[in-house]
């Protein structure tokens, strides 16, 4: 399998920074979903970077995929949050989609 170049993972880093704070998460709950040593972002990227590494940009994009859905179906981080925020998180999630389809080629052009 191919690997990430430096300028991806600058990349993904900035993806997933967007993605928690989008999503209203923090690198605590990323490093829980990923079952990581660390909330240090190097730290989560090689563990991305490993998936990458198996299973290609399609295993990565499902990883984060899997997580979001994880994430959708706990508890809002802020139960007591503006009533848009369940909005904020179908749209993280209806992006991640957009990122796999885009990856395997599904999408329509």
Known sequence: MSTLSPEQL????????????QAGRTQADL?????????????????????YDRQGPAGLAERLCSIEAQWLNEDPPEASGPAGAGA??????????LLLQEIRGDHGS
């Open 10 to 21: 600058d990349e993904l880093q900035s993806l997933l920074k967007d993605w928690l704070r």
């Open 88 to 97: 904020v998180a179908i749209d993280s999630m209806g992006q991640l989609d």
């Open 31 to 51: 490093r829980r979903a990923l079952r990581a040593g660390s909330i240090r972002m190097p730290v989560l990227l090689e563990e991305l970077h490993r998936t």
